[in-house]
């Protein structure tokens, strides 16, 4: 069965530069998260989409920004990037009423690195 | 206090015995409750759904959800030790667009 796929799977990067991560959801999903996850800790919201709005905003910093497409892939744009910015991105996908009662499917991750 | 708050780990079990994870919510508006396991550099995989009070079990898991205390929990019997990952709490407000996460438990199964 399709999955999430994100790419790139690895993406370095210095302090000050821009970087853009992708997300294909599952076919005939409609919602699409976007998680940061540092070393050790939980993923923590940034932003999600439902039908190609915004549906639901969390602790994403103002230099990041994310649109849905109108095929339902997603870009999250992170720019001016920190140090503090290194950690592995997660997009997931769900069908159905925004998500309030459907699981979560992950891709497999970016991993971006600011050096 | 966090939104939704696991049993601190790590937690360490024996190969065939039973593993308990715990898991509390503040919000008494949330619907929906999921447990992930995360193997180290991996992406969460969706464990168990729950979303009424009682039990629900699938294969070795059963979910417990108890609403009136808040609270959430996921048996694992005879462990294995492919087991051994980490288990996280996910619980979603009704017509919320995100799901929120506890900590996670780490749990190692010895043989």
């Known amino acids: 069965a399709a999955g999430v796929i994100q790419s790139p799977r690895h993406l370095i990067k210095e302090k000050r530069e821009t970087a853009t991560l992708k997300c294909y959801p599952i076919p005939r999903h409609d919602t699409v998260y976007w998680y940061q996850q540092g070393p050790g800790q939980d993923p923590q919201f940034l932003i999600s989409f439902y039908e190609k709005m915004q549906s639901d905003k969390g602790s994403i910093p103002d230099r990041f920004s994310a649109q849905q497409f109108s095929d339902y892939h997603s870009e999250l744009n992170m720019s001016s990037l920190e140090l503090g910015d290194s950690a592995l991105y997660f997009c997931?996908?769900?069908f159905g009423t925004g998500g309030s009662s459907s699981p979560l499917h992950f891709g497999n991750g970016t991993r971006l690195t600011v050096t | 206090q966090k939104e939704v708050e696991q049993n601190s780990g790590p937690l360490s079990v024996p190969e065939g015995a039973i593993a308990s994870l715990n898991c509390t919510y503040s919000?008494?508006?949330?619907?929906?409750f999921f447990w992930y396991r995360q193997y180290s550099g991996k992406s969460p995989e969706l464990i168990m759904s729950?979303?009424?009070?009682g039990d629900k079990e699938d294969g070795r898991f059963t979910a417990q959800l108890n609403k009136a205390s808040q609270y959430v929990s996921l048996l694992i019997r005879d462990s294995q030790p492919s087991d051994s990952a980490t288990y996280l709490c996910?619980?979603?407000?009704?017509?919320?667009?995100?799901?929120?996460f506890g900590d996670g438990t780490t749990l190692t199964v010895k043989p």
């Open positions: 729950i979303y009424s009070n």
């Open positions: 919000d008494r508006g949330s619907q929906s």
């Open positions: 996910a619980v979603n407000r009704a017509n919320a667009g995100k799901s929120t």
């Open positions: 997931a996908s769900s």
